[in-house]
């Protein structure tokens, strides 16, 4: 008879295990034939990171010299591996295994863990499911291990060590295996090896106590957790968010007017996704779909991240005129290709309507000769005047500060020009650029000496002392002197 209590089906997890995912996603891009690894820089030397099968039945494995690897295999071709393309790979796969359960994490850098409770049956059997996955996975070219289990560390164990990835017997599999598969530390593993326990089944069978005492608490939690005892959960990612909104139209439309009220209902919509979410729309993607299905995009890239509709419609106008509506167009989608974390403001009266106004002037002109060829000069940490600023664009870039100098600077810099001078101090006549000059008054000196971790030619001579030199000609100069060779050059005027 029913008494009422909920009865909890029992878990089943599938680990998959991609033991070559760096070198199958290289080769799934460009098929190679032959032993092919890859190599990374890892202690000071470079090493096999990642290699297929025909380089192991060469003799190679992982972590082998790159060196030690051209000596025992000259037809190796080897590329540099890149881990973070790899992890980013891995999320797709992970994105991919969502087919299955609604469940997915990650298992390290080269594995996922899938909750596949009570969802099995869709797919037939847990059999029926696990031979999907493995024939879908070979398919596009992925060396790939799969293991069922009640838990997560019992699915990880048969994926990385078992012979078979539905066992008839769990604890008998799991007892054959070697202790290694506890995902324990390299350390552990050997020194319970030295003991006489090589399997996981020896384990079990041996006291509890003295393994804490020796081994600490990790080694039995491992334990527990293989044979169900501990539970482990598998934390799923959150998909990234998706900022996209499309319209469709009864009729077809090709007036640039139409288009551009279709586009600020979008915008509208998109931009409301955005301020609730606290990001801004970097790069704004417009695709227009004509009748005879084909499509025109326009894409729209800022100055700054915003989500102001009202403020980003307008600049639409110049892409809309351009495009051509054919027949006429019957859908419209817009997307934020590229947000960025917008930075809290304070809401107040004062208003910056001039800084909007400049940002959307750079996001007009970007649109005609890029955003990249808008620059701007921004403050460099940098004692030397030369390198006190630096280039960068404007659409890219904002100053985290204003110059800091205990002297001030002139507006003009140019390169030094050297005139007529003996002494310390600034010449009372000298003549520059064709003029006749008459020092009235002059501050100073400001010592700066060179960047010694620096190789700068101008710099070499060594140290400079500079004058601010106020000429009765009206002319305000900056000078400076140099010590070691006794000369005197003017290098900028100041307003």
Not at 195 to 200: A, H, N
Not at 279 to 292: E, M, N, P, Q, W
Not at 333 to 357: C, D, F, W, Y
Not at 370 to 387: K, W, Y
């Amino acid at each position: 008879m029913f008494d009422g209590t909920r009865q909890n089906p029992t878990r089943r997890i599938v680990s998959l295990w991609f033991p070559r995912l760096a070198s199958d996603r290289v080769i799934r891009a460009r098929p190679i034939e032959g032993p092919f690894a890859l190599t990374l820089i890892e202690r000071n030397a470079n090493r096999i990171y990642c290699l297929n099968k025909a380089a192991e039945k060469q003799g190679l494995h992982q972590g082998m010299p790159f060196s030690d690897a051209r000596a025992f295999c000259p037809e190796l071709y080897s590329m540099p591996a890149n881990p973070k393309a790899d992890q980013c790979f891995l999320l797709t796969l992970r994105r991919w295994a969502t087919r299955y359960c609604p469940w997915v994490g990650l298992e390290g850098a080269d594995g996922l863990t899938l909750d596949i409770t009570g969802s099995a049956h869709l797919f037939g059997d847990e059999a029926a499911m696990i031979e999907d996955m493995h024939q879908r996975l070979t398919r596009a070219g992925f060396a790939v291990r799969i293991g069922l289990g009640v838990s997560r560390g019992a699915a990880w164990a048969l994926a990385h060590y078992g012979n078979t990835p539905t066992p008839d017997d769990m604890q008998t599999a799991l007892a054959t295996l070697p202790v290694a598969a506890l995902r324990i530390e390299r350390k552990t593993d050997v020194a319970l090896q030295r003991l006489g326990l090589r399997t996981i089944g020896d384990l079990i069978a041996t006291e509890r106590a003295p393994l804490a005492r020796r081994f600490g608490r990790g080694l039995l939690l491992r334990l527990d957790q293989a044979i169900g005892a501990q539970p482990e959960e598998i934390t799923p990612l959150k998909d990234p968010p998706h900022y996209a909104v499309r319209m469709s139209f009864p009729e077809p439309i090709g007036l640039c007017a139409d288009v551009m009220a279709g586009v600020e209902r979008l915008l509208v919509k998109l931009c409301e996704r955005l301020a609730v979410d606290g990001v801004g729309a970097r790069i704004l993607l417009l695709s227009l779909r004509r009748v005879d299905r084909e499509a025109q995009d326009v894409e729209l890239r800022l100055a700054r991240a915003l989500h102001d509709a009202p403020r980003i419609l307008p600049l639409f106008q110049r892409g809309i005129d351009t495009v051509d509506a054919g027949f006429g167009i019957d859908q419209i989608r817009l997307s934020a290709t590229q947000v960025e974390k917008l930075p809290v403001q304070q809401i107040s009266h004062v208003s910056n309507g001039g800084k909007n106004q400049l940002d959307d002037l750079i996001t007009r002109l970007g649109a005609r000769i890029g955003l990249e060829n808008i620059q701007q000069f921004l403050p460099a940490d940098s004692h030397i005047p030369e390198r006190s600023f630096i280039i960068a664009p404007a659409a890219f870039s904002s100053p985290s500060d204003a110059w800091a100098h205990s002297q001030p600077r002139p507006i003009r810099l140019f390169p030094p020009e050297p005139i007529a001078g003996d002494g310390s101090r600034p010449p009372a006549r000298f003549r520059w650029r064709r003029m006749a000059l008459t020092t009235g008054r002059a501050t100073g000196p400001e010592r700066i000496v060179p960047e010694w971790w620096m190789k700068d030619e101008n710099w070499r001579s060594g140290i400079r002392d500079y004058w601010r030199v106020e000429t009765r000609q009206g002319r305000r100069l900056w000078l400076f002197y140099t010590p070691q060779n006794h000369g005197w050059f003017v290098q900028g005027e100041f307003a």
